[in-house]
Nanobody, 128 residues
Framework: QVPLAESGGGLVQAGGSLRLSCGVS????????MAWFRQAPGKEREFVAA????????DYADSVKGRFTISRDNAKNTAYLQMNNLKPEDTAVYYC?????????????????????WGQGTQVTVSS
């Protein structure tokens, strides 16, 4: 198993910032691409950001480009999502996930079905 655990969610005013963390157990973290997804009430889960195994390649949903930054620290087995200039529409449960097929990552980084391990989620609420 590769348990994932998110932390760092909370309530923040519009324009504020939060940093989410995703701790990963196991020895395969440094070889795995990671991503953040989110699910707002009444909506489907959607892709937010992804990062390859080394941290050298990142991708973002258009709705968060320029405001969110994904990063990782392989020595700490942790991935991060720095969220700045938050908006009420960013309110959602945020999930981190591990990509299951490194060879296909570049073409499938935003495909939910390609992620095999998921955290329990952390709530982010942005007030207007």
């Amino acid at each position: 198993q590769v348990p994932l655990a998110e932390s760092g969610g909370g309530l923040v005013q519009a324009g504020g910032s939060l940093r989410l963390s995703c701790g990963v157990s196991g020895r395969t973290f440094s070889k795995s691409a990671m991503a953040w997804f989110r699910q707002a009430p009444g909506k489907e889960r959607e892709f937010v950001a992804a990062i390859n195994w080394s941290g050298g390649s990142t991708d973002y949903a258009d709705s968060v480009k320029g405001r969110f930054t994904i990063s990782r620290d392989n020595a700490k087995n942790t991935a991060y999502l720095q969220m700045n200039n938050l908006k009420p529409e960013d309110t959602a449960v945020y999930y981190c996930a591990r990509h299951s097929r490194p060879a296909y990552y570049s073409r499938t980084y935003d495909s939910e079905g390609m992620y095999d391990y998921w955290g329990q989620g952390t709530q982010v609420t942005v007030s207007s």
